[in-house]
Structures are given as C-alpha cells and as structure tokens.
C-alpha cells in the first residue's frame, strides 16, 4: 500500500487519506426544476471487466435489468459520441422501468475515462451519469443534465490532481 496521504475532496468537505484502491461511490444528487418538478442526477463508478468494452458493459446491464427489473426496457438507439473539453467517448441509452407502480424514465451517459497513472492506471474505468425521473423530462431537466455531462472535465495527469485536491 501507498502510504502517500491525499487530500480526498467529498462534497461537503475533505479529507486526508492514502489513495482508494478503487473509488466506487456513488452520488445521488436530488434536484427540483423551476415548476418544482423531482428529478435526480445519479453518478456511478465502474470498472471494467479485463478484456470487455463499454459497449459489452452496456449489453451485459441491459440484460441484467430485463431479468431482474420489473417492466425494464431499453427506449430508442443507442447514442455514441464524445463530450465536454475533454472530447471523451460517450455511450447514452434511455430506459423505463416500474418502481412501486409508476414509471421511472432514465437517460445513461457511460464515459470512458482517460489513462490517469492513480485514477485509471488500467484504462478500464467509466463514470456513468444518469438523469432519472418519474414523469416525463422537461426540458429545463433536460439542460441542466446535458450541462452536467458536457462540463464533465477528468482529472488527467498528477498535476492536474494536485490543482485540484
């Protein structure tokens, strides 16, 4: 193990630890819209199976949700493209599923991150946004997700780190 303390940023503050051998946290970020419509920003973190792409990651959880998420469904095509000043490769779906009775709609942005010799030394890890909601989106929900996923900026070298942390 690193012995090397970081200053490890959380929202409500930081810390001082070694670096996480793996970070997996997940953020749950709840939002209101101007006409005081629910939605939530969910970030994820996920590592690679050796040897799978993102779009083999994509297939293997929509097979999982079918199977074990009531009324699961993938909606539309499959985008792909890059985002935010990093131009970093971007996978987004939609889906729906049944949660207590109503309808949750989703869109999933799965971004491959850069090599980072601390943060993805591998080159096998993914941040994964997702906008969820209970109705229908609108379009102010809409804009505020995609400035999210377009500001997106990953840490990509030491320096970078030390900058920020």
């Known amino acids: 193990m690193n012995n090397k303390q970081i200053n490890f940023p959380i929202y409500e503050g930081h810390f001082m630890t070694v670096?996480?051998?793996v970070d997996q946290?997940?953020?749950?970020?709840r939002f209101r819209d101007e006409e005081q419509n629910p939605y939530n920003i969910l970030i994820n973190r996920v590592t690679l199976l050796e040897g799978k792409?993102?779009?083999?990651?994509?297939?293997?959880?929509v097979e999982r949700m079918q199977r074990f998420v009531p009324g699961f469904s993938e909606e539309?095509?499959?985008l792909t493209h890059e985002i935010g000043p990093a131009k970093l490769p971007l996978i987004q779906m939609a889906n729906k599923y049944l949660e207590d009775g109503k309808w949750v709609k989703q869109v999933i942005s799965v971004i491959t991150l850069p090599y980072h010799p601390r943060i993805n030394p591998a080159k096998r890890n993914l941040i994964i946004f997702t906008l969820a909601v209970d109705?229908?989106?609108?379009?102010?929900?809409?804009?505020?997700?995609?400035?999210?996923?377009?500001?997106?900026?990953?840490?990509?070298?030491?320096?970078a780190v030390k900058a920020n942390g």
């Open 76 to 78: 539309g095509k499959r």
């Open 53 to 61: 792409t993102p779009e083999e990651f994509c297939d293997d959880q």
């Open 135 to 159: 109705e229908d989106f609108t379009e102010s929900q809409r804009k505020h997700y995609v400035k999210i996923i377009n500001s997106f900026v990953p840490f990509e070298d030491e320096a």
């Open 25 to 29: 946290s997940i953020n749950i970020l």
């Open 19 to 21: 670096a996480p051998v």
